[in-house]
């Protein structure tokens, strides 16, 4: 978390070559622009004295042109993203997903009404010849959160790339996805169960491409694996180890794929989880223990002969199967009129779920998509805290329909509406309108 | 950078021993490639002319070529900008990064047209460098051929006597044909045309023809039905010969436009591969003229 001096002071630390020394740079720049029209004047003066034959064949080797003069074009690549929206909700107080430990992130905190959705800074840059850097903040009222921050190389070769500092794991498809890029208004149920909103971690990643025509890539990360569904231990070495594997292709012109399994493992101690026990009362609850989540994803998109201009679809899915093993504390509530009391026992749990989505650009512009959530509870084992503790039976569902409108590259306006039924006895009727502006210089987006 | 110079060049051999990989990012340049490389290459065209080069999917089967590419050949002049710099990062490859003999922009290599002078993104999707489809003027492709057949005998040093041979041959064969293209598109000259895109900017620089209107309002915006109408007013004021696009663009705006202003439309190749005629890039060309000296007798 960040001050707003400090964020003040990282942007213009972002900007050396205005913030250091203004003036001089700016004479620089003066004097650069002055002897390249200078350069340019003789060269026009030149050709006129020697009119140029159009097919003249004795033309000396091409040189390749300089550079443009050192500017700003040393600064990072600098994007902004403004993301904000209306929704008509229901007031539902604590969005809990029935049956599922609160992961905590974005989507629990759904505000009602006009807000802001997302502003986001991203800056990148190659370091040196041997690394890049990238840097991702999550601008919000008095904080900013950097949600990644880390360096990859660029010289391993050989298929291979080490990636290190915070980032957003290779795992699963939407993972590496920030919400401007995400084809609905809001996280699938499945991400906000698992991580709340993608899974980040500061640690390194290993990634290496095989050498195959079809695509064939490999992760393994490491790290610390202090967020959802680990917790900051305190301790050395890695709190959660992550491998990813992904196949990919095409099939004819207008066909393309790719597919994938991921494993997490994360370790927690105390994680905090606020729940509703037998008597309908707030129970904090602490979980040590570990956490093993496998996934699958899948992708296929369609334009015809690979031309996404005027027409595309795209198909998406993902599938998890998780499982905690170890120890659930229900705090001492008691007080309160509630049930727990402080008591430590064993806890385990199987779930598992999916997500299904397909987007279809029917015009230039004009994009509609059709999402479906499911969430499996499946069997949730409090121990000797079942007496106080509630299960459920509710499969947490969600249908959404949403179309958008994007005038260019750069912007984007959606409408979406669901029928979510994530929420224990909740039946509920969202409405979204949103924006997703994106300034500066052009990302370039994953498949 | 020294370091990874040797690491490359102590690499190089055992890809040497095959065909030298080179990944095309426009079918224009795997041509050119085919051209000078003969059979000591092996290319790959990333992308085909049914598809607008500015907007391609950085697709795995991408990433997967990449990976294993020697020589890169694309346009650069941010043409490529929404997807070729994640094949690059993602495929890790460090012999083809920029800056490296295995990475070629022909775009350095030519003079670009249409500089913005200023850039601001209410002016549409404009390039800061420069109009990128510089392949439309054939003295560009034989600048780039020299400087790509420089490149394969710097990065190929085993095969460089027969790159040499076959750029020179190509050149030849290029000026012979340039030199009878300049002569059959004499009546082309001060022709005036509309385009749907400025994608044939270089294209009618080279035939001193005359562009008198655009159908996208702005560089990459999609052409709206009021747009069109203006334009089809001003064609009235000051009338077009006929409507130029390309063949991966939709027909539906050029053929609009051309039947109301009663002007034909054509659908040019625009690159290698466009229509069953530009099946090199001789062909490319010699498809081309006839299009036009059919459409303005």
Known sequence: ?447 | MRNLLVLFVLWLPVHAQAALNVFACEPEWAALAHEVGGGDVKIYSATTAMQDPHRIEARPSLIAQMRRADLVVCTGAELEIGWLPVLLREAGNAAVQPGLPGYFEAARFVALLDKPARLDRADGDVHASGNPHIHTDPRNILRVSTALTARLAEIDPANAAAYRSRGQDFAARWNAAMARWQTRAAPLKEVSVAVQHASFLYLLNWLEMRTVATLEPKPGVEPALGHLARVAAQLQVTPARMVLRAAYQSPRPADWLASRAGIPALALPYTVGGNARAGDLFGLFDDTLDQLLKAAP
């Open chain 1, 1 to 447: 978390m960040l001050r707003p001096a400090l964020i003040a002071a990282a942007i213009v630390a972002a900007f050396p070559a205005y913030a250091d020394s203004g003036l001089d740079a700016l004479r620089a720049e003066l004097r650069a622009m002055k002897s390249s029209y200078e350069a340019r004047i003789q060269a026009l003066e030149a050709r006129l004295e020697k009119p140029e034959s159009p097919a003249a064949p004795a033309e000396p080797l091409p040189q390749q042109t300089a550079a443009a003069p050192a500017g700003n074009h040393f600064n990072p690549d600098i994007s902004l993203i403004l993301q904000g929206r209306y929704a008509h909700l229901q007031d539902a107080g604590e969005r809990r997903i029935a049956g599922f430990l609160p992961s905590g992130g974005h989507g629990a905190d759904a505000a009602r009404g006009f807000s802001l959705d997302g502003t986001e800074l991203v800056m990148s840059a190659s370091v040196d010849p041997y690394f890049r850097g990238h840097l991702i903040l999550a601008l919000q009222d008095e904080a900013a959160e950097i949600e990644e921050a880390w360096f990859q190389t660029t010289g391993l070769g050989n298929g291979l790339s080490l990636k290190g500092g915070r980032f957003r794991s290779g795992l699963g498809y939407q993972n590496e996805q920030h919400p401007h890029a995400w084809d609905f208004a809001d996280n699938t149920l499945m991400y906000r169960a698992l991580f709340g909103e993608g899974y980040g971690n500061d640690g390194v990643q290993l990634k290496w491409v095989a050498p195959t025509d079809l695509f064939m890539e490999f992760g393994a990360e490491a790290g610390r694996g202090a967020s959802f569904p680990g917790t900051d231990r305190n301790t050395n070495g890695a709190g959660s180890v992550a491998l990813f594997g992904h196949l990919g292709g095409d099939v004819g012109a207008s066909h393309s794929w790719r597919a994938g399994v991921s494993y997490l493992h994360a370790h927690a101690r105390d994680r905090d989880s606020e729940l509703e026990d037998m008597n309908g009362v707030h129970a904090d609850t602490l979980f040590s223990g570990k956490s093993k989540t496998w996934m699958a994803d899948v992708v296929w998109k369609w334009a015809p002969n690979g031309n996404a201009r005027e027409q595309n679809f795209k198909f998406s899915a993902e599938y998890f199967r998780r499982s905690e093993r170890g120890s659930l504390l229900c705090e001492d509530n008691s007080a309160e009129d509630s049930a727990c009391t402080g008591l430590d026992d064993a806890y385990r749990s199987h779930q598992s779920g999916f997500y299904a989505q397909g987007v279809y650009q029917f015009m230039p512009r004009w994009r509609t998509g059709y999402r479906y959530d499911r969430l499996n509870p499946g069997t949730v084992d409090f121990g000797a805290n079942s007496a106080f503790l509630p299960a459920t039976d509710t499969q947490p569902t969600r249908h959404s329909l949403m179309l958008d409108y994007s005038p260019s590259e750069f912007s984007r306006l959606r409408l979406q509406y669901s029928k979510d039924k994530s929420m224990e006895g909740q039946n509920e009727n969202q409405w979204f309108v949103q924006y997703v502006h994106s300034l500066g210089s052009h990302g370039a987006h994953k498949f």
